[in-house]
């Protein structure tokens, strides 16, 4: 409840009897709140995470709550050391929560010791915690679960102040990377212990876990990214016969051999060996004894295939398997799935039959081509095909077809069905070619057209949309695979046309202007390269097929030699395509995969119910499929995976199973199956084209039954059918269209009708809605690499309502759109916000895409930064929604930019921020931060300031000193840190301001001196060469010059 403020808390004073309250995230309540609450004297649990205004003279109210038993002020980032102290009289106190309070020093513990009831204490994310002030934690005998995760200044030594901890069952200190191998033998007096987390303590070796043997009550043990531990440390397990789940994800060095010395944890029921690059069949036929293992990860074990999964048929109470990332050759559904009975019982099977048929989309913006495209791809006959009334396609129009492959000359028999999907490239009902895109069983032709500018082209933009739906979810020797995308090049006449000096007159020329058609193709070609040196921005571009383009009528007046040479080159061009295609098809991810016999029989019968006939609305019930999994002896698990394997493959829609529709009051959308063109009609051609009953793209249900009485038409708008849809029909198609999000309905007590975002248009001078907004600085900035018009969509549906009718028309666009809010200090008030989001740079046309916010110029600069932390939440919130996540992005926590969130603070003491918005860079009042660079810079009135890529530990006090100073870096040096920096550095016991090797002074950084550079020359000098490689496999790079650190680089490794 973000709008809760302190004044709300007075209301609960009556509440005499409350014994839990929760104020979660509520950012406006302040220290003068919690004064409100010390009448309520039964309370026991009190959640104050994430009030972030809380600082240490707040928690002086609390002491009067003597039967506070929880206490949760993890996230409250103004608390520090001193503000512990006012905790003391809470004698009743059993659960702490400071999770990500990175204020609190070593010293501040000391305040705890009198909290003897105390039996969880959570302190991740505390990163100024250091070894010293675990001492303080000694007398809390009562103590059972202590979080340290995170504290990455805790070294081996610290952990001895553990030892009088006998209670403790629960120790959570993963990425305390300093802790090394010695430091776990402190841990042995630790009796009572039933979880250890070690995961990314990145020091600790194999004969560290040697250690751990005396922990016989031992259960869970994480071992997660401790790269150092090889085969042999495994040994030192046996003896923790208690230990039902083991996690050794990352463990990169443990061979196959290591597995056998697991076999006498006969209680290991979960086990986790994901990344194992080095795990082979032997190593699965050591785990077939475990023989109480029910859940086995083996994800990104690249040399796993159907053959070495055979070995586990063999454990008996084995029922979940995860195998993505594999060699494993099953139905991709089937991995995903992860139910090991099923698999093994596949893999069992004899009598599959590879299925080899794929779905080619045709993408690029509308009237590049793509219709003309399909008919010569699949007409013989129409090598010269010219059609200048030719409309437009204005859904996903499906085509069967068949297409040869490579091995079509040795077999002429051999073509594979494909489903040619012509994909309107009109802005509108983008956001539903999510549920027919994908990566198993695709191939993707982009279509450009030569004599195009950039802005009309969008080549970076239909990258990038084409590789966020085309991953597959099988992988290749590990590595991701992408379907594989050719780029088509068309009216490639006009060009030759251009540089002939040739004049075309008649339909379609105009406005002709060769030398704008020679400018805007080198401008392609100059694209092409370019993005071909960025991969492609993820598409897996396997070709670019030039000379596409003939206009028959023009074939004559050309002249003989022009007009010849542009037919052969568009007849050439045309059997490039079909030659790439047919040497490309094999390549499709799925192509090969085998299904069971009951499968086809499955796909019959439901050819048999759904037809693609425009004249009937087809969809067929849920409990019809159940029946007839009956039929065939399938239980629900192969009902399941049947379903979503034909919609895969085209044959079906079905959107009952998404995560998102299941979570959400869409219970007539998970009781139906559809045929794919339920999109064509009624959507395309009833509700977005047909007759205007919109205003401001709203239509009350009265206006949506009226629009889908009207008889059936096709694509063209032919009336196919005298009928109407039935009301049950019509219920079905507005759960259909809420579950996809194609439409939104509008909340109220009663029915208010429903927003559809495609009926808007885009308004391109926007600037006018934000003439009288903004504050001092620039705008409030998110950028993306890649952002989903559906997820502004959502944004925008959000606050629709907040408008008023009369003002819709004027404020709300497909890209923009003003609202009011409550001002923040006064509830009495309202605030404009404009949103506007922008795909496109307004300067070079390029795909660079951002939201920007604007606000009311009156609001000061502390009330604007609650009000953007709201506005970038629910922007996020909508990225969920819209079950959209770019891949392999840094996400950003903050909106907020006076300091960073803390590393570590989204652990157990609260809600994980499993955020799917990843923009590329966020900028406000000066400071940057581009987290695909992983860099923050800071431009001040005449200094820039940039940090590359830096650790969370600095990141914190590099943002405090830019407040605080005005730094300026020495003269000809870009990049700048502060001396602080090197004592950082100094945890790990390592200068590079001496030589690596022998540790004599250097006059030059970063190079080891002439004496020793055949290797080290002393014992010291080994321990630092040690040193060097152990911090080079945490990513560390540095280079120093002047005594102080001036280039600081972490190369994060992300999932």
Same mark, same amino acid.
């Given at each position: 409840c973000e709008r809760i403020e302190n004044e709300g808390l007075a209301h609960l004073k009556e509440l005499k009897q409350l014994q839990t309250l929760d104020l979660s995230g509520c950012e406006r309540i302040e220290n003068e709140g919690l004064a409100l609450l010390k009448e309520l004297k039964q309370l026991n649990t009190l959640d104050l995470s994430w009030c972030k205004r809380i600082e240490n003279e707040g928690l002086a109210h609390l002491k009067e709550l003597k039967q506070l038993q929880t206490l949760n002020l993890s996230g409250c980032k103004q608390i520090e050391s001193a503000g512990l102290a006012?905790?003391?009289?809470?004698?009743?106190?059993?659960?702490?929560?400071?999770?990500?309070?990175?204020?609190?020093?070593?010293?501040?513990?000391?305040?705890?010791?009198d909290l003897k009831q105390l039996q969880t204490l959570h302190l991740n994310g505390c990163i100024r915690i250091e070894s010293a002030g675990l001492d303080h934690l000694k007398d809390l005998q009562q103590l059972q679960t202590l979080n340290l995760s995170g504290c990455e200044r805790i070294e081996s030594a610290g952990l001895a102040h553990l030892k009088d901890l006998k209670q403790l069952q629960t120790l959570n200190l993963s990425g305390c990377m300093q802790i090394e191998s010695e430091g776990l033998a402190h841990l042995k007096d630790l009796k009572q212990l039933q979880m250890l987390d070690l995961s990314g303590c990145k020091q600790i070796e194999s004969a560290g876990l040697a250690h751990l043997k005396d922990l016989k009550q031992l259960q869970t043990l994480h071992l997660n990214g401790c790269i150092w531990i090889e085969s042999a440390g495994l040994d030192h397990l046996k003896d923790l016969q208690q230990l039902q789940t083991l996690h050794l994800s990352g463990c990169e060095r443990i061979e196959s051999a290591g597995l056998a010395h697991l076999k006498d944890?006969?209680?290991?029921?979960?086990?986790?060996?994901?990344?194992?690059?080095?795990?082979?069949?032997?190593?699965?036929?050591?785990?077939?004894?475990?023989?109480?293992?029910?859940?086995?990860?083996?994800?990104?074990?690249?040399r796993i295939?159907?053959?070495?999964?055979?070995?586990?048929? @063999?454990?008996?109470?084995?029922?979940?398997?995860? &195998?993505?990332?594999?060699?494993?050759?099953?139905?991709?559904?089937?991995?995903?799935?992860?139910?090991?009975?099923?698999?093994?019982s596949w893999l069992a099977t004899t009598g599959k039959q590879r299925l080899r048929f794929f779905k080619l989309f045709l993408v690029g913006i509308g009237e590049v081509?793509?219709?003309?495209?399909?008919?010569?791809?699949?007409?013989?006959? @129409?090598?010269?095909?010219?059609?200048?009334?030719?409309?437009?396609?204005?859904?996903?129009?499906?085509?069967?077809?068949?297409?040869?492959?490579?091995?079509?000359?040795?077999?002429?028999?051999?073509? &594979?069905?494909?489903?040619?999907?012509?994909?309107?490239?009109?802005?509108?009902?983008?956001?539903?070619?999510?549920?027919y895109f994908g990566g198993e069983n695709c191939f993707y032709l982009l279509v450009v057209r030569a004599d195009w500018p950039r802005s009309l082209n969008r080549l970076d933009y239909w990258l990038h949309f084409i590789a966020s739906h085309s991953e597959a979810t099988q992988r290749v020797e590990g590595r991701k695979v992408h379907a594989p995308t050719l780029i088509l090049i068309t009216q490639s006449d006009r060009v030759a046309m251009a540089e002939a000096g040739y004049q075309p007159t008649g339909k379609g020329y105009e406005q002709w202007d060769a030398q704008a058609v020679l400018n805007n193709y080198a401008q392609l070609e100059n694209d092409l390269h370019r993005v071909a040196a960025a991969s492609y921005h993820g598409a897996c571009v396997k070709g670019v097929i030039h000379n596409f383009g003939f206009?028959?009528?023009?074939?004559?007046?050309?002249?003989?030699?022009?007009?010849?040479?542009?037919?052969?080159?568009?007849?050439?061009?045309?059997?490039?395509?079909?030659?790439?295609?047919?040497?490309?098809?094999?390549?499709?991810?799925?192509?090969?995969?085998?299904?069971?016999?009951?499968?086809?029989?499955?796909?019959?019968?439901?050819?048999?119910?759904?037809?693609?006939?425009?004249?009937?609305?087809?969809?067929?019930?849920?409990?019809?499929?159940?029946?007839?999994? @009956?039929?065939?002896?399938?239980?629900?698990?192969?009902?399941?995976?049947?379903?979503?394997?034909?919609?895969?493959?085209?044959?079906?829609?079905?959107?009952?199973?998404?995560?998102?529709?299941?979570?959400?009051?869409?219970?007539?959308?998970?009781?139906?199956?559809?045929a794919p063109q339920w999109l064509n009609e009624p959507v395309y051609n009833r509700i977005l084209w047909g007759k205007d009953h919109h205003q401001a793209g709203w239509l009350n249900t009265d206006q949506y039954r009226r629009v889908l009485g009207e008889p059936r038409t096709d694509g063209s708008g032919k009336v196919v059918s005298e009928e109407s849809y039935s009301l049950e029909e019509q219920n079905a198609i507005r759960q259909l269209l809420r579950a996809t999000r194609v439409i939104f309905d509008l909340p109220g007590e009663v029915d208010k009708g429903m927003l559809i975002p495609d009926l808007l248009e885009n308004n391109p001078v926007w600037d006018r809605l934000v003439s009288d907004l903004s504050i001092a600085d620039a705008p409030y900035t998110i950028t993306f690499k890649h952002l989903p018009e559906r997820v502004f969509f959502a944004f925008l549906a959000r606050h629709y309502p907040a408008i008023s009718e009369k003002l819709r028309g004027h404020n709300c666009f497909r890209n923009a759109i003003r609202f009011p809010v409550e001002h923040p200090d006064d509830p009495n008030k309202s605030v404009e916000i404009a949103a506007v989001f922008q795909p496109f740079d307004s300067e070079d046309a390029s795909y660079k895409p951002r &939201?920007?916010?604007?606000?009311?110029?009156?609001?000061?600069?502390?009330?604007?930064?609650?009000?953007? @932390? &709201?506005?970038?939440?629910?922007?996020?919130?909508?990225?969920?929604?819209?079950?959209?996540?770019?891949?392999?992005?840094?996400?950003?926590?903050?909106?907020?930019?006076?300091?960073?969130?803390?590393?570590?603070?989204?652990?157990?003491?609260?809600?994980?921020?499993?955020?799917?918005?990843?923009?590329?860079?966020?900028?406000?009042?000066?400071?940057?931060?581009?987290?695909i660079r992983g860099e923050v810079s800071y431009r001040g009135s005449n200094t820039q300031v940039k940090g590359g890529n830096v650790p969370g530990i600095l990141l914190k006090a590099?943002?405090?000193?830019?407040?605080?100073?005005?730094?300026?870096?020495?003269?000809?040096?870009e990049h700048f840190a502060y001396p602080f920096a090197r004592e950082e550095l100094r945890k790990f016991g390592y200068d590079r301001s001496k030589c690596a090797k022998c540790l004599k002074d250097s006059s030059t950084s970063n190079v080891n001196c002439d004496s020793c550079a055949s290797g080290p020359t002393n014992a010291e000098g080994q321990r630092v060469n040690d040193l060097n490689k152990k911090i080079e496999s945490l990513g560390l790079a540095v280079s120093i010059k002047d005594g102080l650190v001036w280039k600081l680089k972490i190369l994060l490794k992300l999932d």
């Open positions: 006012h905790l003391k009289d809470l004698k009743q106190l059993q659960t702490l929560h400071l999770g990500g309070c990175g204020r609190i020093e070593s010293a501040g513990l000391a305040h705890l010791k944890l006969q209680q290991l029921q979960m086990l986790d060996l994901s990344g194992w690059e080095r795990i082979e069949s032997a190593g699965l036929a050591h785990l077939k004894d475990l023989k109480q293992l029910q859940t086995l990860h083996l994800n990104g074990c690249i295939g159907n053959a070495e999964l055979l070995h586990l048929n @063999a454990i008996p109470a084995l029922r979940t398997l995860y &195998v993505e990332n594999t060699s494993v050759q099953i139905d991709n559904e089937l991995i995903l799935s992860g139910d090991a009975r099923m698999i093994f081509g793509k219709t003309h495209v399909l008919h010569r791809l699949t007409d013989a006959d @129409a090598p010269g095909y010219t059609n200048h009334e030719e409309e437009r396609t204005t859904e996903i129009s499906i085509t069967k077809h068949e297409l040869p492959t490579r091995e079509a000359e040795d077999n002429p028999q051999e073509k &594979v069905p494909v489903l040619i999907c012509d994909c309107g490239g009109q802005d509108k009902m983008h956001q539903t070619h999510r549920f206009d028959s009528q023009l074939a004559e007046s050309m002249g003989t030699e022009l007009g010849l040479k542009i037919k052969r080159q568009h007849s050439e061009a045309l059997s490039d395509l079909l030659r790439e295609l047919s040497s490309r098809i094999l390549e499709v991810p799925g192509l090969d995969t085998e299904y069971e016999p009951n499968y086809f029989s499955f796909a019959d019968w439901v050819g048999g119910h759904l037809q693609d006939d425009p004249t009937h609305f087809n969809y067929r019930r849920h409990p019809g499929f159940q029946s007839m999994c @009956a039929e065939l002896g399938l239980n629900d698990d192969y009902q399941s995976l049947y379903l979503q394997t034909l919609r895969r493959l085209g044959k079906i829609h079905f959107v009952g199973d998404n995560p998102q529709i299941q979570r959400g009051d869409y219970t007539e959308a998970q009781q139906w199956v559809f &939201v920007q916010f604007y606000i009311s110029k009156e609001v000061e600069r502390d009330s604007a930064n609650d009000i953007f @932390a &709201v506005l970038k939440k629910e922007l996020d919130d909508c990225c969920k929604s819209e079950d959209w996540k770019e891949r392999g992005r840094r996400e950003a926590r903050a909106a907020r930019f006076d300091e960073p969130e803390p590393p570590g603070s989204s652990g157990d003491d609260s809600e994980s921020d499993d955020s799917n918005l990843a923009p590329d860079t966020i900028s406000f009042g000066g400071i940057k931060f581009d987290w590099i943002l405090h000193a830019l407040k605080k100073l005005n730094p300026q870096p020495s003269q000809g040096n």
